[in-house]
Nanobody
Framework: QVQLVESGGSSVQAGGSLRLSCIAS????????FGWFRQAPGKEREFVSA????????YYDDSVKGRFTIYSDNGKNTVYLEMNNLKSGNTAVYYCAVRARHTTVIYVRSTMWYDDWGQGTQVTVSS
């Protein structure tokens, strides 16, 4: 099992930037990928971005391409989500997730594919 702790959420004005962090502990040597998801009030949890550990391939939802960047610091077992030009529609609780079980099938956009989740960090963007 992998434990995840997110941080970096805050309240910002539209056009501003934030960097979210996700620190992993536990059985991190087996991690296949990290993902970031978000959930706004009354809505389902949705995919934002993901990164595979073996080749650093990155994935983004179309709505955040060009504005958000995911990257990892393997030495610190930390994954970051750099968010620029934030919009009011980006307001949500952002969750970090990890796929730790070995697999050759990559479904980074599905919540069901991930094994462990963090507690979430609130991002509020005001217009």
């Amino acid at each position: 099992q992998v434990q995840l702790v997110e941080s970096g959420g805050s309240s910002v004005q539209a056009g501003g930037s934030l960097r979210l962090s996700c620190i992993a502990s536990g059985h991190t040597s087996s991690v296949v990928a990290f993902g970031w998801f978000r959930q706004a009030p009354g809505k389902e949890r949705e995919f934002v971005s993901a990164i595979k550990m073996n080749d650093d391939n990155t994935y983004y939802d179309d709505s955040v391409k060009g504005r958000f960047t995911i990257y990892s610091d393997n030495g610190k077992n930390t994954v970051y989500l750099e968010m620029n030009n934030l919009k009011s529609g980006n307001t949500a609780v952002y969750y970090c997730a990890v796929r730790a079980r070995h697999t050759t099938v990559i479904y980074v956009r599905s919540t069901m594919w991930y094994d462990d989740w963090g507690q979430g960090t609130q991002v509020t963007v005001s217009s």
